[in-house]
């Protein structure tokens, strides 16, 4: 077969750089006096940490690029040959791999030691057992907690606010004043959280854009690329404002030409099915996985992975007006941190709004947080709405649970059934 | 039949009840009662009981309870203990409980609770976010919130507001009652044999169904059997079950722990009813605040606990000594992620002092306890002899 | 007449149905999935193509079928014979085989080896045919494999214990070989060559008094003393039409596990999930929900009045309550699978089991008998396990509303058919019709006929996809 040449968006070369800087930054951090932060991506607090000119790591990115870098099989190996077990989330065990082997980035690099551990946890009580790990593995490095609380009645009151306004103030401000040694200077964080204001502005923008048909972009594959930035270090940099421009410039560009999404081998012709996907993706085999949804001619126009780092669409922007305020109401905004009858409500919302075919979740089986409670979730929707459902399973970065033809097999039976849906439907 | 038997029959027929019938009737005699069905672990009954409430323990269908629809709604890799829940909620096993409060201990448990929501069972059900700060005006500041809002949605069912020397008397009366507990557990440190694990833990958690002063006489009359001699003092290891957390331990694997040789002299069964070490101070103005100023400084410590100041491996192995244990015994339940991910820390830390230990891994329906009985059987049996020859 | 084929290529048996262009169902073939998927497509088709020339035979011969037990009881045998003589032929390739494998193989005793297996070989000739005829294989879908393995294992059961292990190893290096090789008959020199074989056979039941042989012959006989050679003579008039006809087959789809390996077009694979439900609703149109348990799959389908999906749920990545586990069980017990849906019927009660997981049950079942637990109850209670799992999927997909039909080979199991009803009617109401047909294993690949013969295309690749002739 004669492969189409793919040609590189603009944006993509940008982001590629920029990921380049972010790690040629972390590899000269400790020569040029800056500090390093291990943190969190749900509800990250990457605003206060640029604050405080510190840099921030997030040991999950770490893990997903291992994996998608076939790394994570043997670090998840060395974990559990330490007594983790086999039944516990492979982010855990593949960061803490990671580690035992010289916690050598999956760039080859080697990930510098943190100077201060921030627990923010949003959405995932794995979150916290994961740095009580973390800080037996780094004795004497200062640690701070921010507990965000849960939207368990649906709704972010104005106490929920204060908590963690209290904690932000008491707590995590002066540790991290501490090890910066840098006061802190609100002025400057409303400086950035006003650059991060115009990040989701346009992000917001771009996941909307799938409301076209076709969808000029794949919502979800194509989509955790375009959440890296400002889900990881990004948010509340003019770069982030320059790459999420262009971006969206792009998009639109392709909406007047009519054109489908990208995907790794070329344009895709025809747009068969539309969908809403529930669920992170897998990432050792994503390239594989996302074919197996190209080459059936689906595109996925709304996700929920791509809301772990804020729901935009539901409206929530930084106020650079209430800096801390609204830091806050930025980690209890994570999709993660919604409760199941908000999460079935957002879901419904995008599969009427972007007028899908079906509904799948990939439910992963690390993952307690996504996928507890998803087939009620899944039944509730499909009563609700009449949708065609669908429902798959892996792993994030653990190999061992990723079997191709099973998904396979569960997924043309799904577009089939979805076909013949469309067909009774015409007739 | 001795005395202490016909207690632990009564206590049986009450703790494994999964139709809760006992509380069930008490609510029945007035009007004004409620039941609150609270899961594990930790859960200030005292608020419900001066509510003019029972709070009540939701902990799973163990392996007397057939799973059909708990399988629809969880994937193989999530523990077990939902889904016999939502099979009793959909069989109606929890009809008559007026409300359910989920301790922030886990995902699965918080997401629990939004099933619990979709499918409107009971008249509510509160997801308490235990604060993970445990600072006053901060974390302190927030149960406080959190406890006065599960107080509103009781009165809002019943009418009932209570006052500060209501609360106060519920304080007081499970002071008595955890120190009881603790009373037992102490003559247990000295004549493990009198009393078994297992039959403890059906006598603790019978008194997760009943009020509170009739567990405390129940209580009362244990520890007055246990002053006297009971069962033979035969040759066993002392040991520490540590780990099993939320989802319960069949009452067969306690009871193969000890056949295999071994006696328990701590443990982290049902935690909750001696969540708090000590006193709650039950004469104050702010009895409120004086639950959650025991919850910020006087808990036990947990996985679902964040313990940066006072790591949680640190004071099992204060326990172990306190204890005058031989060894400990990790139970976990399956794709557990909290205990799990403990495991590996306290383990580290049992090997740096010494102490013996060894895990496995359980759901709250296994059914077979050769292999476990036959690895603690050895467990115990290479104690012995370790200490013949030293 | 034009004809379409459906096939079901399952991980532990092929399937193949023809219809014909009024949607009427002319002929069946099964087979074991081998190592090779595309042999035993090849062989399930050519069953269910012969399987079609008799059919039409039949047809020929409607008024005596209807009115005389004795004519359909002749025709049985001659189609059993048509088996036989195709087993049989595969027989001698696996002697033969087997004579070459005993020469290769490592063995101080060689030549006391060779006599031994030349020995069993022999006995096993007779036995065989004998078994074929008395058991009436022909019709009972059973393979060349499990006949022939289990009547040889019994043999070696009797012969000194040095020589087991290179007795099975000669037969397991020689099987797939066989098993493996496809062979074209000639119908019509088949169907004349079991016509002379049945021939013999009745004169040599013939020649014998009534008492030696068994009474179920008595009315073979009352038979064969009146109609047999003017039946005979009916037949041979018919053969060169019927085996000349050409049996067109205008469309087929393939289906099951395996379908990605048929040499099929893209456009004609379907999956398992719409041609089970399609066939399931097709025989039984009521039907809202249909369970397939196979080998490698449970599936919980739902399907509208027209018989297309709605929603499904297929079971997670473990095999724990599919067909394989019952393969695993059978093991374990040292039974063979057909043998575990009656030794389970026989039991009590229900032994708790909790590991549905294929890797621990083996376990927990030797500690059960350890304790003294009654294998049928143990297997009574393996077999709830995974009707209760197989319930779950059914809960998963939204429950059971009308009515429900049980497909897939383990719907053969009579332990397990007992099990879903009682679990449908408790769950979802005493009145609930539950259809399980004598032909489940068919469902998929009847379900893929149809689609074949609508030409319901599901066009799934727009871009040209290799055609392999």
């Keep these: 077969m004669n492969k189409p040449e793919v040609k590189k968006d603009k944006s993509m070369i940008l982001q590629k750089e920029m990921i380049a800087k972010q790690f040629q930054d972390l590899a000269t951090a400790k020569e040029k006096g800056k500090k390093i932060v291990y943190t969190f991506v749900p509800g990250n607090l990457s605003e206060l940490i640029h604050a405080f000119d510190m840099i921030p790591v997030y040991p999950e990115i770490n893990a997903l690029q291992s994996g998608m870098r076939k790394k994570s099989g043997s670090f998840i190996k060395d974990a559990e040959k330490i007594g983790y077990s086999e039944d516990i989330c492979t982010y855990v065990k593949c960061d803490i791999g990671m580690m035992l082997n010289g916690n050598i980035g999956p760039y080859g ?65 002066p540790a991290m004043e501490k090890v910066s040694g840098v006061k802190y200077n609100e002025d400057k964080l409303k400086q950035i959280l006003s650059y991060a204001r115009e990040t989701q502005e346009l992000i917001h923008q771009i996941f909307e854009t799938p409301k076209n048909i076709p969808s000029p972009i794949d919502a979800y594959f194509a989509g955790v690329y375009y959440i890296g930035p400002i889900n990881t270090g990004f948010r509340g940099t003019p770069e982030a404002v ?93 999709y993660t941190n919604f409760n199941l009858p908000q999460r079935i409500e957002i879901l419904k919302k995008y599969i009427t709004d972007f007028k899908a075919d079906g509904f799948l979740i990939h439910s992963i089986k690390s993952c307690n947080s996504f996928s507890a409670g998803q087939l009620g979730m899944m039944r509730k929707i499909e009563h609700d709405l009449g949708i065609p459902v669908g429902f798959i399973e892996s792993d994030l970065v653990d190999p061992r649970y990723f079997s191709y033809s099973n998904i396979k097999n569960r997924l043309e039976s799904f577009f089939q059934m979805l076909s013949q849906r469309k067909m009774l439907v015409n007739q | 039949m001795e005395k202490l038997n016909q207690i632990i029959q009564t206590c049986a027929a009450i703790a494994y009840d999964i139709n809760y019938t006992y509380s069930k009737n008490w609510k029945s005699k007035s009007k004004d009662r409620v039941l609150v069905g609270h899961f594990p672990i930790y859960f200030p009954r005292e608020i419900v009981w001066a509510c003019n409430g029972l709070a009540i323990g939701i902990l799973g269908g163990n392996d007397y309870k057939e799973v059909v629809k708990g399988d629809a709604y969880y994937q193989s890799y999530i523990c077990h203990i939902p889904r016999s829940i939502i099979d009793l909620a959909l069989d109606g096993h929890f009809n008559g409980i007026d409300g359910f409060v989920f301790s922030s201990i886990c995902d699965v448990m918080r997401n629990l609770s939004g099933v619990f929501q979709i499918h409107n069972i009971g008249k509510f059900s509160k997801y308490l976010d235990y604060p993970q700060n445990f600072k006053k005006e901060i974390g302190g500041e927030f149960l406080k919130r959190e406890l006065e809002d599960i107080i509103q949605k009781i009165t809002a069912i019943n009418g009932i507001r209570p006052d ?72 066993k290891v002392r040991v520490i079950v540590w780990g099993a957390f939320c989802e319960q331990l069949p009452i067969n694997l306690i009871k193969s722990i000890e056949l295999a040789g071994c006696f328990v002299v701590d443990d982290d069964f049902l935690l909750g009813s001696r969540w708090i070490l000590g006193k709650i101070e039950d004469n104050t103005d702010d009895p409120l605040g004086a639950i959650v100023e025991a919850y910020l400084q006087k808990s036990i410590f947990s996985t679902s606990v964040y313990d940066v100041n006072n790591p949680k491996e640190k004071r099992l192995v204060e326990l172990a000594k306190k204890r005058n244990a031989d060894g400990v015994i990790f139970v976990a339940p399956s794709f557990c992620d909290p205990a799990l991910l403990d495991i590996p820390l306290c383990q580290k830390e049992c090997e740096k002092n010494n102490i013996r230990f060894v895990f496995f891994q359980y759901s709250e329906n296994t059914g077979q306890f050769k292999p476990i009985k036959e690895q603690i059987g050895a467990f115990a049996d290479s104690i012995k002899l370790w200490e013949g020859v030293s | 007449m034009k004809y379409y084929l459906g096939i079901d290529l399952g991980s532990t048996t092929s399937k193949a149905v023809i219809i014909d262009e009024n949607e009427k169902l002319c002929g069946r073939g099964i087979t074991n999935t081998r190592a090779n998927y595309e042999v035993a497509a090849e062989i399930a088709k050519q069953q269910a193509i012969y399987n079609t020339r008799f059919t039409l035979l039949k047809e020929k011969f409607l008024k005596n079928l209807l009115h005389s037990s004795e004519f359909q009881k ?49 006995e096993l000739d007779g036995e065989l045919k004998h078994k074929y005829f008395n058991e009436n294989l022909g019709a009972k879908n059973q393979f060349f494999r499990d006949i022939v393995s289990e009547v040889y294992n019994q043999k070696l059961e009797t012969t000194d214990k040095q020589y087991f292990e290179p007795l099975m190893n000669c037969f397991d290096k020689s099987i797939n070989f066989v098993e493996n090789e496809y062979v074209d008959y000639n119908f019509e020199d088949v169907l004349l060559q079991s016509i002379d074989i049945l021939q013999d056979h009745y004169e040599y039941l013939l020649s014998k008094d009534l008492d030696e042989i068994n009474t179920d012959f008595r009315t073979e006989l009352e038979i064969l003393s009146g109609n047999y050679k003017e039946w005979k003579e009916d037949v041979l008039s018919h053969i060169k039409n019927i085996s000349n006809q050409n049996i067109v087959i205008a469309n087929m789809v393939g289906t099951g596990y395996g379908r990605a390996l048929l040499p099929f077009p893209q456009d004609c694979i379907r999956s398992e999930i719409l041609c089970h439900a399609f066939g399931a609703h097709f025989i039984f149109p009521n039907t ?128 397990i058919v007992k099990y879903v009803s009682e679990f449908v009617r408790k769950n979802y109401g005493e009145d609930i019709k539950i259809n399980i047909h004598t032909d489940s294993i068919f469902m998929g690949s009847l379900g893929g006929a149809l689609f074949a013969k609508r030409n319901l295309n599901v066009s799934l690749n727009s871009k040209p996809e290799k055609i392999k002739n």
């Design chain 2, 164 to 235: 500060i020397k209501s609360l106060n008397n519920a304080i007081k009366l499970y002071n008595y009652n955890r120190s009881l507990l603790f009373e037992i557990y102490d003559i247990r440190q000295k004549y493990p044999w009198r009393l078994e694990a297992h039959e403890l833990y059906t006598i603790i958690r019978a008194g997760l169904y009943m009020p509170v002063d009739e567990h405390n006489k129940i209580l009362e009359n244990v520890i007055e059997e246990i002053q006297k001699d009971r069962n033979q003092p035969v040759d």
């Design chain 1, 109 to 173: 690099e080697k990930i510098p030691p943190p100077d201060l551990l921030l627990l923010s946890y949003t959405g995932c009580f794995t979150f916290m057992k994961w740095f009580e790990n973390l800080e037996r593995l780094y004795p004497g490095v200062p640690v701070v907690m921010i507990h965000t609380p849960y939207q368990e009645a649906g709704k972010i009151t104005p106490e929920m606010v204060e908590y963690m306004v209290k904690q932000l103030r008491d707590d995590v401000i």
């Design chain 3, 74 to 122: 002749f025709f049985n045998d001659l189609e059993n014979t048509f088996q036989y003589i195709q087993f049989k032929d595969r027989w001698d390739k696996l002697k033969i085989e087997m004579m070459k494998q005993v020469s290769t193989l490592f063995f101080t005793e060689k030549e006391k080896l060779k006599n031994i297996l030349q020995n069993i070989l022999n």
């Design chain 1, 242 to 334: 320059e790459y999420y421009k262009l971006l969206l410039e792009e998009i639109n560009e392709r909406i007047k030409l009519g054109l489908g999404p990208v995907t790794p081998e070329g344009e895709m012709s025809e747009e068969k099915f539309r969908l809403v996907v529930e669920g992170p993706p897998n990432w050792t085999s994503f390239r594989e996985f996302w074919k197996l949804f190209y080459d059936m001619g689906a595109v996925i126009v709304a996700s929920s992975y791509t809301k772990v780092g804020g729901l935009y669409d539901l409206g929530f922007r930084h106020n650079p007006e209430k800096p801390l305020e609204s830091l806050a109401e930025y980690c209890m905004n994570c």
């Design chain 3, 288 to 415: 809202r929900t249909v369970l397939d348990i196979g080998g490698q799959d449970t599936k919980a389908i739902q399907v509208d009045k027209y018989g297309m999906v709605t929603s499904f749920h297929m079971n997670d990545r473990c095999a724990a309550g599919c067909g394989r586990y019952l393969g695993y069980i059978a093991n374990e017990f040292g039974f063979s699978l057909n043998e575990l849906g009656p030794m389970t019927l026989q039991a009590n009660r229900e032994t708790n089991i909790c590991s549905t997981c294929t890797v621990f049950a083996g376990a927990e079942v030797r500690e059960l008998l350890n304790m003294g637990e009654k294998k049928e109850d143990i297997l009574a209670g393996l077999h709830k396990a995974i009707v209760s799992r197989a319930m779950s999927l059914i809960a998963r997909s939204g429950g059971v509303f009308n009515e429900f039909t049980f497909t897939g080979g383990v719907a053969r199991n009579q332990a």
